[in-house]
């Protein structure tokens, strides 16, 4: 029998290998998973396989070796995507990262694999290896992948990048590194002796192109007539969850074609002959199991006791399933409240009974609970109980923090005692979809949200107003007040509030008044409601089948006052893309601004509008853009402003322009923020009004200048700035404009839906020019 602390491991390798608990895939039941689990046991080899990023990955290879051949296999991924762009809403940052892991530990469900991650941050594009460095501590980076090949310990590890300028990204040359050095390091006891015993892989791989020398290439294009798709189209499937970066329908998931190349690096076998296999050089024997698919249960028996077996292999192998759920409708549980846990349980295979032999809940420390009746919980949870976040330092390579509570349940058949678990979790009913599913996570009694989290405020200005958005996880009344820096004052000082039930929200606004001589300031909010203080809040990062999980901030602002001017009574129109919000930005500096439904741009009238701004990637999610973009250059040959965001390639489909150009796919950027920039035409109004623009103006700027410059365009258009890397050539395509008519056209690849919610004073000032160009029309 396993030790308590065997079983603990065995619950943590589950959470890697399970992810998500949200929506199960059809893929983990039935017979095509029961076969998958049953093969699995008879190779004893392990495969790890390394990228930088969710969606880096070979999704066909990672089919082939975990479905097709049965291995066990894991994907490490250093980061999770947080830098990246989103197509499917507005996260950013954190809150991104999470739906891009959910999406990955999805897609991991169809290819069949195990997830693990380091405390890698994606901070970006980065075009060079030095740079990620400066920002992935490579000791740091480097002990998080060693521990992952002591815990899972592979044969095998496939990197996915080479480590070198061929990997077109410092991320991905990062990963490169990672995956060579972490061979040796894991290997040597004396390094890192915290992350596990040393561990030796016996082969390491890594991807090449097609044309590039290889020593195998695998054919993944295999059919499998249990899942009735080859494996190379269930690794599209699969690949298509990666929804946030617009994968669902891409061309980019036919990369590569069928065949997935590999070159052996290093290995610790031996001479190998010429390879024709990933297993050349390892024990060809396999285990005979006696597996008929119509009897199950008697494999069960033979594998009964074996440390090997999982103990979700022999429960699907005797059909017993258990459904743990928190009785009612609820997205999470607060401290202090009650709850009653409903665990059902049942069996689908074979003859003779199931009996119970035992049912408990595995829960945190000073939880309590009673069995009321068979299956019946009554579960308090302690009012101190702590919010429900991962803790990387702790579980570094998970893919977020193990399930809260589980259940246990043991059971006999035929004379021997068998265990099953299964994580305690909350539903809400969609009545379209049905139940939506996730674990029992904790949140606190209160979320205190203080907007905006990065203001600017215009020299002179004496008054800003901030807001305080306050959310119950269940019933609360208090007080909510402002703690301000020396010499600033709020109206009015402190604010009751009263949350009724789970779900309530209430807002309440300040107004700060804000010293002559002051030049920035943090404000904190706090709320004291039923003895406690409450200094942070938390977004729900999640859409309909992902797990969602709670981004917690801390309730504070940081408020900037720069001298930023804006000509009088701007009108300003806003065709929204995907994931940037930049009327909430110009609210700090009164600019009416109007979000342009498809409704509106068909037939609204669009002359009062002095701009008109394009969100980002608008060409890729609004077709009513691509629609009605006569319009539009009717707008500006009126006299109007258009001023375009980065766009992908998409944008070449359609005049969008007056005049031609070209964004590419292969369109540049200049991913580092500090990169200088040249003012190529210091006459034109953008750098005179209202805001003298200098070299000062783009100091400051967070992640990048910006990316999807123009790579060509007609002699009309007017470059206006000029930027590059370090070892890029200058790069002219991020801020172009043209006279057309009455009015300007003008392409602003510089990421203003960056630098404008970070508060940075030049860009501000500059988007500012932009906006009053034509406020005189």
């Known amino acids: ?94 809150a991104l990262g999470a739906l891009r892991t959910e999406e990955l530990l999805l897609a991991g469900k169809y290819y069949g694999v195990e997830q693990y991650f380091t405390r890698a941050v994606d901070f970006g594009f980065s075009k060079r290896l030095d740079e990620t460095l400066e920002h992935w501590p490579k000791d740091l980076i480097l002990r998080d992948a060693v521990q992952v090949v002591r815990l899972f310990k592979p044969d095998i590890i496939i990197g996915r990048f080479h480590g070198t300028a061929r990997d077109g990204h410092g991320n991905h040359m990062a990963a490169g590194v990672i995956a060579r050095e972490v061979w040796d390091a894991a290997a040597d006891k004396n390094l890192y002796p915290d992350a596990g015993p040393a561990w030796s892989a016996k082969k390491l791989y890594r991807s090449v192109r097609p044309n590039e020398t290889a020593t195998l290439r695998i054919d993944t294009a295999v059919y499998d007539p249990l899942i009735g798709t080859t494996l190379r189209e269930l690794a599209i499937e699969g690949y298509r969850q ?18 997935s190349s590999l070159e052996l690096i290093a290995n610790r076998l031996g001479p190998l002959s010429p390879e024709t296999d990933i297993l050349n050089g390892f024990d060809p024997k396999k285990q005979t199991l006696d597996y008929n698919p119509k009897e199950p249960w008697k494999l069960a028996m033979q594998l009964a006791g074996r440390e090997d077996v999982p103990d979700d292999v022999i429960n699907r192998l005797l059909g017993v399933r258990i459904e743990a759920v928190i009785e009612g409708e609820r997205h999470s549980v607060a401290p202090g409240e009650t709850l009653i846990a409903i665990v059902k349980t049942s069996y689908f295979a074979g003859p003779g009974k199931r009996d119970p032999v035992g049912m408990r809940l595995l829960l945190p420390p000073s939880w309590q609970a009673a069995e009321q009746s068979p299956g019946k919980f009554h579960i308090a949870v302690p009012p101190d109980a702590s919010p429900t976040r991962h803790e990387p330092a702790v579980q570094s390579y998970l893919p977020f923090s193990p399930p809260l509570c589980m259940v246990e349940y043991r059971y006999r058949f035929q004379d021997r005692i068998f265990r099953a678990t299964q994580p305690l979790q909350v539903q809400v009913i969609d009545k379209l979809y049905g139940p939506q599913r996730q674990n029992l996570t904790v949140r606190p009694a209160v979320s205190v949200t203080l907007t905006p989290r990065v203001g600017l405020i215009p020299k002179g200005k004496v008054q800003f107003p901030v807001h305080v958005e306050l959310a119950a996880a269940t019933r609360s009344e208090g007080t909510v007040s402002l703690k301000l820096p020396h010499g600033w004052t709020a109206t009015p000082l402190k604010q009751p509030f009263q949350l009724g039930s789970a779900g309530d929200k209430q807002s309440i606004s300040f107004i700060l008044k804000i010293p002559k001589n002051a030049t920035s300031g943090t404000i904190q909010a706090i709320a004291e409601a039923n003895g406690h203080n409450f200094t942070e809040g938390y977004r729900v990062a999640g859409y309909r089948g992902l797990e969602s999980h709670a981004i917690y901030e801390p309730a504070q602002t940081t408020l900037k006052i720069a001298d930023v001017r804006v000509a009088p009574n701007l009108r300003i129109g806003y065709i929204a893309g995907a994931g940037d919000d930049l009327p909430a930005s110009l609210m700090q500096l009164d600019i009416k601004t109007e979000s342009l439904s498809p409704e509106m741009l068909a037939t609204s009238d669009l002359a009062p509008y002095t701009a008109i701004i394009v969100g980002v990637r608008a060409s890729a999610v609004r077709p009513d853009f691509k629609a009605h973009r006569d319009r539009l250059l009717k707008y500006v040959q009126n006299g109007g402003h258009l001023i375009v965001q980065y766009q992908t390639q998409e944008f070449d489909e359609a005049p969008y322009g007056p005049w031609p150009y070209r964004v590419k796919a292969s369109a540049e950027e200049v991913s580092e923020e500090a990169a200088t920039v040249a003012i190529l035409e210091p006459g034109n109004p953008v750098f005179q009004t209202p805001n003298p623009i200098s070299s000062a103006d783009f100091e400051g700027w967070v992640e990048e200048r910006g990316s999807k410059f123009l790579t060509e365009w007609d002699p009309r258009y007017t470059p206006l700035l000029e930027s590059h890397d370090r070892e890029q050539a200058p790069q002219k395509g991020g801020l172009i404009q043209t006279r057309y008519g009455k009015g300007y056209w003008t392409y602003a690849a510089y990421s203003f839906y960056r630098q404008l919610p970070a508060g940075v004073p030049g860009a501000y000032r500059l988007f500012a020019n932009l906006l009053s160009l034509t406020a005189s029309k």
């Open 242 to 259: 990666h929804r946030t970066q617009a994968m669902a329908g891409s061309s980019f998931l036919l990369r590569g074609g069928p065949v």
């Open 1 to 94: 029998m396993r030790s308590p602390s065997a079983h603990r491991v065995a619950i943590l390798f589950a959470c890697a290998a399970l992810g998500s608990q949200g929506q199960v895939a059809p893929l983990d039941q039935g017979p095509a998973a029961t076969d998958l689990a049953v093969r699995r046991i008879g190779v004893p080899q392990r495969i790890l396989y390394i990228t930088a990023h969710p969606d880096d990955e070979d999704a066909a290879l990672l089919t082939y070796l975990a479905r097709g051949r049965a291995i066990r296999t894991a994907l490490l991924t250093l980061s999770r995507g947080e830098g990246g762009a989103n197509l499917a809403g507005s996260e950013m940052g954190s």
